[in-house]
């Protein structure tokens, strides 16, 4: 994601980070604009940091209880492939356990 605007108020510009502000000339006008990016806040990256990622690897494989044991299927962040496999998860537990543990990655 990333963000563009112009602020108008003097309090906004004076606390804004001014390695993200730029004077861009507009017609016969120069506007400042504060622009950010998040990259590496989306889901693709959300999901691969519940895995222990980003990893140095080329190919991840995760088996996970979450996903039936037929399940098979994979995709990619940055450089790493994630190879997804489904398995029968036969021990109980409740919802509080696999959240804190992370076991359990759901797509």
Known sequence: MQITFAP???NTTNNLDQTFV?????????VTLYTHSY???GLMS??????????????????????PASFSGHWENGR????LEGFVFVQS???EQVYKSKSCVCL
Do not use: W
């Not at 730029?22 to 016969?28: E, I």
């Not at 959300?46 to 996903?67: F, L, W």
């Open 93 to 95: 537990c409740d919802i």
């Open 8 to 10: 108008h108020e003097i």
């Open 39 to 41: 990259l590496g806040f």
């Open 22 to 30: 730029s004077k861009v000339p507009v017609f016969n006008s120069v």
């Open 46 to 67: 959300a999901r691969e940091a519940t895995m222990g990622g980003p990893d140095a690897q080329h190919t991840v494989t995760v088996s996970t209880a979450c996903m």
């Open 80 to 83: 790493t492939k994630y190879v």
